[in-house]
């Protein structure tokens, strides 16, 4: 398993679930519903959980790109 691999597997998870709730916003204000939460409150999380998916695709992508200018022994 290379490096960086598990923080963009839950960047992309998170984004999915982040476009998920950004949609059942969208839905449940065009629909006039409240289910579970208010409409700006799924919006909102939606919104969260993709700025949380953006910070750990770039922490991903840059320990990846570190991992591979370390310098590398005569052994390897």
């Not at 999380?45 to 998916?53: E, M, P």
């Amino acid at each position: 398993m290379t490096i960086g691999f598990k923080r963009t597997l839950a960047a992309r998870i998170s984004a999915a679930l982040g476009f998920l709730c950004g949609l059942i916003g969208l839905l449940a204000g065009l629909t006039d519903h409240t289910w579970k939460l208010w409409p700006v409150g799924w919006f909102t999380g939606g919104a969260l959980l993709t700025v949380i998916a953006l910070f750990l695709l770039a922490d991903g992508a840059i320990a990846f790109q570190k991992s591979r200018n370390a310098p590398r022994s005569i052994d390897d």
